[in-house]
């Protein structure tokens, strides 16, 4: 089914309009289309209250069943950002956190760009009219800070995909003082988590732990490592399940040869035995299929079908024993890849989470598909969830 509505507008021109609005609202804007980190203060997000106002003026109060499905147009090999960007805006508690304003008080001094953009571009596909809209914006303040994401080639979406949460995080992060006080804090150093929280920490960073033991003393140690996304290996080249990809990723790996780790009882290089577990499992739990396969020069693509349950994805047995609390997984969203390395074409499956239907959103084209169809050989990150999404809401 397509979707129906206006057809293309670019988010440029809109955001222009909407700050014209802003700008009547505020004094000392500069009429640049990004508003300033801290504005006048403000008793609401004023720019969302304006945009849905404008449009329901024009367009009546856009049918829920219609709100996210909008497509986005590709500017050149840019599906790779399209097919993030619409797993992260099908994500609903960050849709709530963007399209409520919450962002705005949490927008650190330096660098509001990318956030702001984001909250723009959330803004689009959730409140639009439009089937189409145009990610320019946040595609040029993106490359302003990463040019390799503006050179118009194929860029992997797991990069991206990290690069994104990376700097939402580093804009909206507040030092949490629970975690940074005396000895909490340096608890918390040795197991890894950053004293500073954001929107992106609270749902996606999880907590790997590894038990390293040297063969010849049997001297363990622990170390700890925070991620968004976990890579998991692929132990076949025709067919295997998620599960097979987790054990092998969480099964014991003896270090020898080059890869010896320095033992501090021994006092030197020593074959040793990694273990991984996961010491606190994130609620948005992304795993990336690593279906590309570089060894020197040797570079090659596992077409692999993988498969993967659309609900309860069991994570309990790879939690470490004291903190496993038996959460199930659902798939919300899919990053499909399709064709080899370097070209290839990359496209979304994500729930919406008003109708529980799902769609894929192939830049500019939104198609409702099956259940039957999510599942295929060309998914390359999946999002799992532990919680079930209500309808994001914009005012608090
Ligand atoms: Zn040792």
Redesign the pocket.
């Known amino acids: 089914m397509l979707l129906r509505r206006k057809k293309d507008q670019t988010v440029v021109t809109r955001i222009l309009q909407r700050s014209v609005v802003a700008d009547c609202r505020i004094k000392n804007e500069d009429g640049h289309f990004l508003p300033p980190p801290r504005r006048t203060p403000s008793p609401k997000p004023a720019h969302l209250e304006d945009v849905k106002d404008s449009r329901e003026e024009s367009n009546g109060e856009r049918s829920q069943q219609y709100q996210g499905l909008t497509g986005l147009r590709n500017l050149g090999n840019t599906c790779y950002m399209n097919a993030v960007l619409q797993c992260l805006c099908s994500i609903s508690p960050l849709v709530e956190y963007f399209l409520s304003g919450k962002y705005i008080t949490a927008l650190c001094k330096e660098n509001v760009e990318i956030a702001t953009a984001f909250a723009y571009l959330m803004a689009d596909i959730w409140l639009g009219d439009f089937d189409c809209v145009s990610p320019e914006v946040f595609c040029s303040v993106i490359g302003d800070r990463h040019p390799a994401f503006t050179k118009k080639t194929q860029q992997d979406a797991q990069e991206f995909l990290i690069y994104v949460l990376s700097e939402l995080h580093e804009t909206l992060k507040k030092l949490n003082k629970r975690r940074s006080q005396g000895s909490i804090s340096i608890a918390r150093e040795n197991r890894g988590i950053s004293p500073e929280t954001s929107v992106i920490t609270q749902l996606f960073e999880g907590q790997l732990s590894y038990e390293i033991t040297?063969?010849?003393?049997?001297?363990t140690t622990d170390k700890n490592e925070v991620f968004t996304v976990l890579s998991l290996p692929i132990p076949s080249e025709t067919a295997c399940s998620l599960q097979d990809c987790l054990e092998c990723f969480f099964q014991q790996d003896i270090l020898t040869w080059n890869n010896q780790i320095q033992?501090?009882?021994?006092g030197?290089k020593?074959d040793t035995a990694v273990k991984t577990c996961l010491a606190k499992a994130p609620k948005i739990v992304i795993l990336h299929l690593k279906r590309f396969d570089c060894q020197g020069s040797y570079k090659r693509k596992l077409g692999t079908d993988i498969h993967y349950p659309l609900s309860n994805l069991d994570l309990s047995p790879y939690v470490y024993p004291l903190f496993r609390k038996n959460p199930k997984y659902s798939l919300c969203a899919v990053v499909n890849h399709f064709g080899y390395l370097d070209g290839g074409h990359y496209t979304a499956f994500c729930k919406h989470t008003v109708t529980q239907n799902w769609y894929s959103f192939d830049d500019s084209q939104v198609t409702e598909i099956p259940h039957s169809s999510v599942q295929s050989a060309a998914a390359y990150l999946l999002f799992y969830s532990c919680q079930a999404f209500s309808v994001p809401t914009r005012k608090h």
């Not at 040297?214 to 001297?219: A, G, K, S």
């Not at 033992?263 to 021994?266: L, P, R, V, Y």
């Open positions: 040297c063969l010849e003393c049997q001297n033992c501090s009882w021994c030197t020593q």
